[in-house]
């Protein structure tokens, strides 16, 4: 290794001061005055913000119904790219490459159509609209991609020799799925449901058209706080962003951890 | 494995059906609701002077935030990966984690939080003139929160594994810092950076609840795409709002044609596999 100069190491220096001081002005900065504003009456106003019924409804709604959402996506998520892995049929590409659209679509797009699909003159006759039901829908729609694209590359990996070993020794192709193949699938399974979760509870555009936000029966967290910030409540806005914020971390820190414990078990 | 076809059709339809129900139907239903009255509501809808200043609004905004996330995000990958910060790794790890899993209404508040009439520097901008929140400079920084992690993500792989093997000899050899980043670290990294700027592009484009927070929703003057399609639906113009949104699933089908040109190598091997022919043999 060749000795550094102390002009290079300066530069590093430089780069690395960069990147922080625009992390920090972009990000870090802003998420603490959302801290600081959540506090600024103290640990009690905090917490009656908070447990404020229309807070808990909003919610108890976005963790219920992102919780559903993601057994859902895990079900799911893990039959498509069963079939986009071990199926073959014309047209798979085209399968493949649409699942990421819900990633590039906008929300409100996203919300728009769905409405028009499943809303008041549904060409389908189903009519959801301003149910919880639209909301599971609208998360259902964001959140497609998480488990799939999850799953995919590790089945792709995976060995066909244990099915095939387990196939001649007479297990039944459930049998093979449930004791050979999920046990593998299970961390990238777990890792793209917690992205999928992480992704539902902060989820704003995709279901404020479709849901109606109706207070204590269709309103999410994130409308919640959006209503909140409107009406000039900006402590109880920033108490309730509190609460997701916290969700997040503990949802990204889950999500790593699954990530590289799947990542182990590749090698 | 023995899978009798019946289960496979089966699995097959499921899975299809599902998708056709969630996916495909909803999305071409933005091109039916489109061109539902013909074509002349189309295009008074994409002439509309609020229509453009929206599209206008949006491409400042995205023109602003994916260079400057660019630079910036291969600026912070280097930074990560060639000189890790002794201290604090995690902090910095979960702040570029923190703009994807950050519910966009968040991010709206805590740019009003700051930069807001009461904000913590909204008197310092007040008094210096300069309109941040419920201004386009809002809309800008709302963007560039959204949109950080996405290059910084997808560098952070490659930088590593590439090494410095190539950039020490081209140190070595009497390169300047400048050079070598030039010659050898950028052209090593470009497919990272451009399928981190495609997916950057595709989120400034699509964002609307951070925006939603800090525009104010000025027709005409605050209103990105996003904005806009949800003004026009507000105001029953049905076939204005599924225009609008019929340019944004335009845009969006083609960062998905360009997000598939650029995709990283371990998923080109998913695709490539894909590809071959399926063995169905049975033991």
Redesign the interface.
């Known amino acids: 290794?060749?000795a550094r100069t102390g002009?290079?190491r300066r530069?590093?220096?430089l780069?690395?001061g960069?990147?922080?001081a625009?992390?920090?002005l972009?990000?870090?900065?802003?998420?603490a005055?959302?801290v600081?504003?959540s506090f600024e009456g103290g640990l009690s106003a905090f917490w009656d913000e908070v447990t404020s019924p229309g807070a808990v409804a909003a919610l108890k709604l976005t963790f219920v119904a992102s919780l559903l959402v993601v057994l859902v996506n895990a079900v799911?998520g893990t039959?498509?790219a069963?079939?986009?892995?071990?199926?073959?049929?014309r047209g798979?590409?085209v399968?493949?490459?649409?699942?990421?659209?819900?990633?590039?679509?906008?929300?409100?797009?996203?919300g728009?159509?769905?409405l028009?699909?499943y809303g008041p003159g549904s060409?389908?006759g189903v009519d959801v609209a301003y149910t919880r039901a639209a909301v599971v829908?609208a998360l259902?729609?964001v959140t497609?991609p998480f488990v799939v694209r999850a799953v995919?590359?590790v089945l792709?990996e995976l060995d066909?020799e244990m099915?095939?070993a387990a196939?001649?020794l007479g297990a039944r192709?459930l049998t093979?799925f449930r004791r050979i193949i999920l046990p593998n699938l299970m961390p990238a399974v777990l890792s793209g449901a917690a992205l999928s979760f992480?992704?539902a509870?902060?989820?704003?555009?995709a279901v404020?058209?479709i849901s109606g936000n109706i207070p204590f029966d269709t309103e999410v967290?994130?409308?919640n706080?959006?209503k909140s910030?409107e009406s000039g409540e900006?402590a109880a806005?920033?108490a309730v962003?509190v609460v997701?914020?916290v969700l997040?971390?503990v949802?990204?820190a889950a999500a790593?951890v699954l990530e590289r414990r799947s990542r182990r078990h590749d090698a | 494995m023995r899978s009798s076809a019946g289960s496979r059709y089966a699995l097959r339809t499921l899975a299809l059906g599902y998708l056709l129900l969630l996916l495909v139907l909803p999305c071409s239903m933005i091109v039916y609701s489109t061109f539902r009255d013909g074509l002349a509501p189309v295009w008074e809808a994409l002439t509309d002077p609020s229509f453009v200043s929206a599209l206008e609004l949006t491409l400042i905004a995205v023109g602003i935030a994916v260079p400057v996330n660019t630079i910036f995000g291969v600026m912070c990958a280097i930074a990560l990966v060639r000189r890790p910060p002794k201290h604090g790794a995690w902090l910095v790890n979960s702040m570029i984690g923190l703009p994807l899993a950050l519910s966009p209404v968040v991010v709206g508040l805590a740019l009003v939080l700051v930069y807001g009439q009461d904000g913590w520097l909204g008197s310092w901008f007040e008094e210096s003139g300069i309109q941040i929140i419920f201004s386009t400079p809002g809309i800008v920084l709302a963007t560039i929160f959204v949109t950080l992690p996405f290059v910084v993500r997808e560098v952070i792989p490659v930088l590593r594994e590439v090494g410095t093997d190539q950039d020490e000899a081209a140190r070595t050899l009497g390169a300047s810092r400048f050079q070598t980043f030039r010659r050898i670290t950028l052209p090593a990294i470009r497919w990272g950076v451009a399928y981190g700027v495609v997916l950057t592009t595709a989120r400034a484009l699509g964002e609307y609840g951070a925006v939603a927070v800090v525009s104010g929703r000025i027709a005409g003057k605050t209103e990105t795409l996003t904005l806009h399609v949800d003004e026009e639906y507000l105001r029953f113009n049905e076939v204005a709002a599924f225009t609008t949104s019929l340019v944004l699933a335009v845009l969006a089908v083609l960062t998905l044609v360009a997000m598939n040109a650029f995709k990283p190598k371990e998923y080109k091997e998913v695709a490539d596999v894909d590809r071959r022919p399926p063995s169905h043999e049975t033991v």
Do not use: C, H
């Open positions: 290794m060749p002009a290079s530069a590093g220096g780069v690395l960069l990147s922080t625009y992390l920090t972009i990000v870090l900065i802003p998420i005055a959302v600081a504003a799911t039959l498509i069963w079939v986009l892995v071990r199926d073959d049929f798979k590409g399968v493949n490459a649409v699942i990421d659209l819900p990633f590039a679509l906008p929300t409100i797009v996203a728009l159509t769905l028009a699909v060409p389908l829908l259902l729609f497609l995919q590359p792709v066909r099915e095939e196939a001649s192709p093979t992480g992704k509870v902060g989820e704003f555009g404020v058209l967290a994130s409308v706080i959006f910030i900006q806005a920033a962003s997701l914020l997040s971390f949802v990204l790593d």
